[in-house]
């Protein structure tokens, strides 16, 4: 409520119907990130390394573009 007080943002009103999936993608979120940990990475040093290194530099990039 406090972002759409402004009126330069009641463009956004559209969107707030899917507030309520917020939490959904947020538990799906940290499903996949325990999952990935537990059966994808495990202890491996090497691979956290590498998945961090796509991951972030991916977001980077795309941030930086």
Known sequence: ???????SLVRLTPLQPMRYL???YLFMALAAGGL???FV????????AIYLL???GS????EWN
């Open 22 to 24: 917020q939490l959904v």
């Open 36 to 38: 990935l940990g537990r």
């Open 54 to 56: 796509v991951f972030n």
């Open 59 to 62: 977001m980077f990039l795309v």
């Open 41 to 48: 990475l495990k202890t491996k040093i090497w691979r956290w």
């Open 1 to 7: 409520m406090a972002l759409l007080a402004p009126e």
